[in-house]
């Protein structure tokens, strides 16, 4: 995943392609009172030491959880 996020050569045209990375991120925006982002590879050993941590990765993968139900029931 590391190399997503290497700079350099073209951009494709066309359509936005669903990335990993990308739903990642839409997910950690979802939550609520949160900073956290995947939008470089800081952020991406960010989540690296998170998930190191056991409890801290559960509560993590639970309030994106929780969070996407809300955005589902919105809908």
Same mark, same amino acid.
């Not at 990375?21 to 839409?26: E, G, M, Q, Y």
């Not at 800081?42 to 989540?47: G, Q």
């Given at each position: 995943?590391?190399?997503?996020?290497?700079?350099?050569?073209?951009?494709?045209?066309?359509?936005?392609?669903?990335?990993?990375?990308?739903?990642?991120?839409? =997910?950690?925006? @979802? #939550?609520?009172?949160?900073?956290? %982002?995947?939008?470089?590879?800081? =952020?991406?050993?960010?989540? @690296?030491? #998170?998930? %190191? %941590?056991? =409890? *801290?990765?559960?509560?993590?993968?639970? @309030?994106?959880? *929780?969070?996407? @139900?809300?955005? %589902?029931? *919105?809908?």
């Amino acid at each position: 995943m590391s190399g997503y996020f290497v700079t350099g050569g073209s951009k494709f045209k066309g359509r936005p392609l669903t990335t990993l990375p990308v739903v990642l991120n839409r =997910d950690l925006s @979802r #939550i609520i009172n949160s900073n956290l %982002q995947l939008k470089s590879s800081h =952020d991406l050993e960010h989540l @690296r030491s #998170i998930a %190191q %941590q056991r =409890d *801290e990765w559960t509560k993590l993968t639970a @309030r994106i959880r *929780e969070a996407a @139900r809300a955005s %589902q029931s *919105e809908h």
